[in-house]
């Protein structure tokens, strides 16, 4: 009988070590995933305002859309960064009585920026003049620095929109991307030393830019101007 028992006890006692063990390992893990994430630098959070048509002429309205997913995208391209969800960005214009037209003020950017505790907003506007008998794009660009309180970059471009635009959008774009250099943090340089983008996993706060819908015409903000 004694004999039939030692090799039960002995399968018993490597269950446990095993157990034990495991146990080990789990708890190992958990304190290295929480000093990593200790470690782990903030991501700043952006958000870039629809690109005004400042003139409101229906004819160039389809550019609003066209300038602002180019920025987008490149800048998506090339930083790591959190935005702000479309429901909470709803939420906010709603209950500041934030009006969309003055999405390029610097007092409705900022205060986006502030309201939202973003660390980085980007606005602008547009508008089409004839020169010379040339259509050209007039493109007000600013990139706020929300912390600081501070204008990281204004400046204006003129570029070609005739069959050009498309060309003169991409321009508009590279160049709001590198002036974002100096307060946002380079994608590529991110991942390389180990840190993670959080899109996924947060719902108030995702990667995207933003796109509105004629509903938020209803939001107002009466104050905002330069």
């Known amino acids: 009988m004694k004999q039939d028992l030692q090799p039960r006890m002995k399968q018993i006692s490597q269950i446990i070590i095993v157990i034990m063990l495991m146990g080990s390992s789990t708890i190992l893990a958990k304190k290295i995933a929480v000093k990593k994430k200790v470690d782990h630098p903030r991501l700043k959070k952006l958000v870039i305002l629809p690109i005004n048509n400042v003139e409101n002429k229906p004819a160039y309205g389809y550019l609003e859309a066209s300038i602002t997913e180019a920025i987008k995208k490149m800048i998506k391209k090339q930083f790591a960064y959190k935005g702000m969800s479309k429901y909470s960005l709803n939420k906010l214009l709603k209950e500041n009585f934030i009006f969309k037209k003055d999405f390029h003020t610097q007092t409705a950017s900022m205060a986006v920026g ?17 020169k010379n008998k040339e ?9 706020y620095d929300i912390r600081r309180k501070k204008v990281i970059s204004k400046f204006t471009m003129r570029l070609p929109a005739d069959n050009r635009i498309w ?10 991307t590198t002036e974002a250099k100096s307060v946002l943090p380079n994608k590529k340089e991110w991942l390389r030393k180990g840190y993670k983008i959080f899109h996924d996993r947060a719902p108030i706060f995702h ?20």
């Open 114 to 130: 502030l309201i939202g505790k973003l660390d980085v907003v980007i606005s602008g506007s547009y508008k089409i003049v004839i």
């Open 135 to 143: 259509s050209i794009i007039v493109t007000d660009i600013a990139i």
């Open 167 to 176: 060309s003169s959008i991409e321009k508009i774009a590279k160049r709001i």
């Open 207 to 226: 990667d995207f830019s933003l796109g509105f819908s004629s509903g938020l015409s209803m939001y107002y903000f009466g104050y905002a101007s330069d």
